[in-house]
């Protein structure tokens, strides 16, 4: 640990994750420790898992110490999943991202660099500004497209849902007159009082990001995005939609939410 006097919690919602924590955790630890971070502490908020996270938790924590495992008793939701993580940090700045690698350590690194450079902002990760993107889009580019969707196939995500969450985004930050690109990105860090439980309540799943995104603007604070590559998941089933009929159900959430914060 280092002398930045900076101390962070980072909050991973999750649900049967336990191969992808399994790589991702101590991907994490390893990164943090080479920043200026004074101390770190990863909250892993557990919604029922029929897996054995917990029990990869207690074996993790036999090398190091700085996973904690909730178990949550309320109704599943990623959402309230967060804010329980919140509530529950120790720490002064908090961080949370999804838990299945599709955000990877390294660029948990670069917000939080960012972050010590900035202590009075938010930093958000990006798929949509300089030095974002899909992984998965980005092999459609640079490789041939039968090995692009051989590699994203046996992912479990799928190249469609890719392109619609991208064009989706590109609706709702056209409907919220955000200049925020990524106001789904569900990936992001700031100090722990930015933040309250009403962004997080009111909302079911990803939507509540754009209450998030939208209270950061009204209170003034500076919000600075950085790009990374979202990797596609290793381990276990995509939620993104992948038909346009998935696409239209799961958006209409976020369309509404759009909408009321824009008035």
């Known amino acids: 640990m280092k002398n930045s006097g900076v101390q962070l919690s980072i909050v991973l919602p999750t649900i049967n994750e336990e191969e992808n924590l399994r790589l991702l955790i101590p991907e994490i630890i390893e990164s943090l420790n080479e920043t200026e971070l004074n101390d770190f502490e990863i909250l892993v908020m557990d ?4 897996d054995n996270t917990e029990g990869l938790i207690a074996n993790i924590n036999q090398e190091s110490n700085y996973v904690k495992f909730i178990s949550r008793i309320n109704a599943p939701s990623l959402p309230m999943a967060i804010w329980d993580g919140i509530d529950s940090s120790k720490y002064e700045y908090v961080l949370w991202m999804d838990a299945d690698g599709s955000m990877p350590a390294e660029a948990v690194k670069n917000l939080v660099k960012i972050l010590l450079d900035n202590p009075e902002s938010v930093v958000i990760g990006s798929r949509f500004v300089d030095g974002g993107a899909y992984k998965g889009i980005l092999e459609l580019e640079e490789k041939s ?4 969707i051989f590699n994203v196939y046996k992912s479990n995500d799928t190249v469609l849902g890719m392109i619609f969450s991208n064009l989706f985004n590109k609706l709702l930050r056209f409907i919220f007159k955000s200049k925020v690109f990524d106001i789904t990105s569900g990936f992001i860090v700031g100090k722990k009082e930015y933040f309250s439980i009403s962004n997080f309540q009111k909302s079911n799943y990803g939507e509540y990001f754009i209450y998030v995104v ?4 009204k209170d003034n604070v500076e919000i600075i995005e950085k790009g990374y590559v979202c990797e596609t998941r290793k381990h276990g089933t995509s939620k993104t ?5 998935q696409l239209i159900k799961r958006g209409y959430p976020y369309i509404k939410v759009a909408l009321e914060v824009r008035k």
């Open 241 to 245: 939609a992948t038909s346009l009929v």
């Open 214 to 217: 939208s209270s950061l603007i």
């Open 145 to 148: 497209l039968i090995k692009a």
């Open 47 to 50: 919604d029922g898992s029929s």
